[in-house]
Structures are given as structure tokens and as C-alpha cells.
């Protein structure tokens, strides 16, 4: 696809992507914008992250304004766990849409400056968790014979960068592992999109940049909600949904193009792995 997609039909999507929605990373920024997209469009929302009292504000107004039922489940997705604690929190809900949100860098110094935990608990984050829980939800959405998986990545991933080394690595393993996976649940009508994220201005920015001197204004920042909403739009048209930062437009539908090709292209090969000699 070289041009952005008209808006998702919101009936299509909530028969597609309902009638549970799982949005890991729900409490603000893109997750809030998440669920507050999904809530309009009727389907029911587990919310998680690890700010309760946030989450219940925010499922109580989206269960006043548009008649959804949604559960609240706190979790750290930073330790061992993380994965199957979502699995569990869920197992009695018809999942048609996980949404992988939360994954920032609060850190932003050089690798061996920080304790190594710290590093691990990001690839925790960004990587166990995000494995353990598409691992569960592709099963069961080509049980179900559809559904969607969005991760949230970003433009780092599209190389490395100091002082984000270990960030962009996890974001680059993200966009990645959703470029394979489309392709393998694509026969199984579940949308994967990797969403390759710019700037935003979402209080987790905010945080991390305060008082800093960091470079970019956050009045170049986009808005977050724009951002999610967007998103949604993309995702019957993965596997990259990649924005520019200060870039051109057309440079990355160009690229986006590119990579949806090599993937497409390396199809056949990944399949003959499993045909017989
Ligand atoms: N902001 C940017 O400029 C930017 C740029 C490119 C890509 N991205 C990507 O966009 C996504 C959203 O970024 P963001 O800036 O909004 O910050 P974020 O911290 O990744 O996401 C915020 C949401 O995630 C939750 N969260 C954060 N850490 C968590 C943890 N350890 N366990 C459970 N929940 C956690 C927060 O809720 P609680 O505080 O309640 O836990 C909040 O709901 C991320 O994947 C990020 O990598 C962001």
C-alpha cells in the first residue's frame, strides 16, 4: 500500500478486533488513545498497567461514554512473568486485538553506565513479554479464525543509537519480529502491525526530557492520540506502519513498501523449511 488507508470501518473492527481488546500499557499516551479508539468502536477493554486507580478512571468514563464492559489488571511488565500474568488475567475473555503499548526508554544513559538490571528488565518489557504474549493471543486468534496484534516500536529500530542502545536493539527486535509474523498469520486472517513510532508528546516524554537539554522540543512532538488512532487504521495493511519524524512522508511509504516486499519475497524460502526434501 503506497498511500494511507481510508479510516477502519468501525463495524468491521469490532467484528475483527472484538470483543475484548487486551491493551498492555493502557493508562496514558498511545495506550489511553488505544482504548479510547477501541471503546467508541464498541469493543470491551482489559486494561493494564501498573497505575490502578488510573485505569479504573479511565474504563469507568469509556464504560459511561460508550456502554463497554472493561477489567483493570495491575502488572510491572518489566519482571519474569509479566507474559503469563496477562495470559491469566484474560483467560476468560474471546481476545480479537492485543495491543503490546508500553515499552519507553526511561533511562536514556550510556550502557555501561547503568546497572545491568535495568537493561534486562527492558528486554523483559520489550522482548519476553512481547513474545509470550503474541505467542498466546496469534494461537489463539487462528483458533478463532481472526484478530490483530499491534506493537508499539520506533523509529529507532530503524538503527542504533547512542545513548538508546539497548532501547533501539528491543524496538528493532519488535518491528522484526512483527515483519515474520505477518506473514505467517496473514493466511489466518490475523493482522500483525509494528508501529515504528515518532516523537511524541506523552507524559512519559515529558518526564524523561524535563529539565534535560534534550534537542528536540516537544513542541515538534506528535500527538499521541493522533498517533494511536492512526495506527488503528493501519493495521489491516502491515507489517511497518513507520512515521516520520522530521523526515518526508513519501520516504517512508517508499520504505515501508520496501520492507513489506523483502518480507513477501522471503515467504517462499521461510516455507520451504517446512516441505519435505
Ligand atoms: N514517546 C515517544 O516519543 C516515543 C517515540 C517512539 C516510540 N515510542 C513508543 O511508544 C510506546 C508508548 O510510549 P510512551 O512515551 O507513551 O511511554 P511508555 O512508558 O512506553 O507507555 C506509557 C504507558 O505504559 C505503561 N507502562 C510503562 N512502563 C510500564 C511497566 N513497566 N509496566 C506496566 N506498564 C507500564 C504506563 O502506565 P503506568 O505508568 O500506569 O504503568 C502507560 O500506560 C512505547 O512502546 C515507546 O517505545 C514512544
Avoid at 42 to 58: Q, T
Avoid at 166 to 172: E, F
Wanted: negative net charge.
Amino acid at each position: 500500500m503506497t498511500q494511507a488507508p481510508t479510516p477502519l470501518d468501525r463495524n468491521a473492527a469490532k467484528s475483527k478486533y472484538g470483543p475484548w481488546a487486551v491493551i498492555a500499557g493502557a493508562s496514558d499516551g498511545t495506550g489511553e488513545g488505544f482504548a479510547r479508539e477501541l471503546a467508541a468502536m464498541g469493543i470491551n477493554l482489559l486494561l493494564i498497567s501498573r497505575r490502578r486507580e488510573v485505569l479504573e478512571a479511565l474504563g469507568e468514563e469509556l464504560k459511561a461514554a460508550h456502554g463497554i464492559e472493561y477489567r483493570v489488571h495491575v502488572q510491572d511488565l518489566m519482571v519474569e512473568g509479566a507474559g503469563q500474568a496477562i495470559i491469566d488475567a484474560a483467560s476468560d475473555l474471546d481476545v480479537g486485538l492485543y495491543v503490546s503499548n508500553a515499552g519507553a526508554d526511561a533511562v536514556g544513559k550510556g550502557f555501561i553506565d547503568e546497572p545491568l538490571e535495568r537493561w534486562l528488565g527492558m528486554i523483559t518489557m520489550n522482548v519476553t513479554t512481547v513474545v509470550e504474549t503474541c505467542y498466546h493471543f496469534g494461537r489463539k486468534m487462528r483458533e478463532r479464525g481472526g484478530g490483530g496484534l499491534l506493537v508499539m516500536s520506533s523509529g529507532s529500530a530503524l538503527g542504533g543509537i547512542p545513548f538508546l542502545s539497548m532501547y533501539s536493539s528491543t524496538k528493532a527486535f519488535e518491528g522484526n519480529f512483527c515483519e515474520g509474523l505477518w506473514a505467517e498469520l496473514k493466511p489466518h486472517n490475523v493482522d500483525v502491525l509494528s508501529v515504528l513510532a515518532p516523537l511524541m508528546d506523552t507524559p512519559c516524554f515529558r518526564r524523561n526530557t524535563e529539565g534535560t537539554g534534550f534537542l528536540m522540543a516537544a513542541s515538534l512532538a506528535w500527538d499521541p492520540f493522533v498517533i494511536s488512532q492512526r495506527s488503528l487504521d493501519w493495521l489491516p495493511h502491515g507489517p511497518l506502519l513507520i512515521f516520520p519524524n522530521l523526515t518526508n512522508e513519501e520516504d517512508r511509504l517508499a520504505e515501508m513498501d520496501e520492507r513489506r516486499a523483502r518480507v513477501e519475497g522471503s515467504m517462499a524460502l521461510g516455507e520451504s523449511f517446512n516441505e519435505p526434501a
